[in-house]
């Protein structure tokens, strides 16, 4: 069964540091997300990205964070300037296209720990 | 009011209990609905569409009443490995960002 995959598992990094996660959807899936969730919260949209561009993103996704697909399989979230309170587990999603397909597969997950 | 609220529990039932969580959603232009189902620090996994008439799934049934905007699961014959945190996810019609509720946690015993 074709599965969203995600790395690295765990990213420990400082505050002020860049870091860059990484996910390969589902091959002929279309519509690309992140995710995340603070330890004991719920799961909060970050973006979503379709045809090379974002479509939305939530109030979260402010200027230090960004999103691309540079070569077709990869997507990857980058922020910019961690902050402590961006530790978190980051999911990845994606979805085919159609009224059939609004159900999203989530990745497994990157645990972002800043100190 | 918050958009999509659960029961946090937990629900904690023997083996071969029956179950049921519901789930509530403030927005009424809401269209599409599921059920995921969280292990421990893992990712979610769909384990159901909700359909306006229904759906059953072996043990698993959704249902949904749009006039009260709420959403139900019920578990039938509990196991074990039943035992996780169930989210509650709606979609407005005009968007497909998804909303999660916080989760509902089974824990279900010997």
């Known amino acids: 069964e074709p599965e969203v995959t995600q790395t690295p598992s765990h990213q420990v990094t400082q505050m002020g540091q860049e870091v860059i996660l990484r996910c390969v959807p589902i091959s002929n899936h279309l519509y690309f997300y992140w995710y995340r969730q603070i330890l004991g919260q719920k799961v909060e949209f970050l973006v979503s990205f379709y045809n090379n561009e974002i479509s939305e993103k939530s109030e979260i996704f402010d200027d230090q964070f960004s999103v691309e697909r540079p070569d077709g399989s990869n997507f990857t979230l980058k922020i910019r300037s961690t902050k402590l309170e961006d530790s978190a587990m980051y999911f990845c999603?994606?979805?085919?296209?159609?009224?059939?397909?609004?159900?999203?597969?989530f990745g497994p997950g990157t645990r972002l720990t800043v100190t | 009011r918050k958009e999509v609220e659960q029961d946090p529990g937990p629900f904690n039932v023997p083996e071969g209990a029956t179950v049921a969580f519901n789930c509530t959603y403030s927005?009424?232009?809401?269209?599409?609905f599921f059920w995921y189902r969280q292990d421990c620090r893992k990712e979610p996994k769909l384990l159901m569409s909700v359909y306006s008439s229904g759906n059953e799934d072996g043990r698993f049934t959704a249902q949904l009443n749009r006039a009260s905007q709420y959403i139900s699961l019920l578990i039938r014959d509990s196991k074990l490995s039943d035992s996780a945190t169930y989210l509650c996810v709606v979609q407005s019609g005009g968007s497909y960002i998804p909303t999660f509720g916080r989760g509902t946690s089974l824990i279900v015993h010997p």
């Open positions: 927005n009424s232009a809401s269209q599409s």
């Open positions: 999603a994606s979805r085919g296209r159609g009224t059939d397909s609004y159900e999203q597969y």
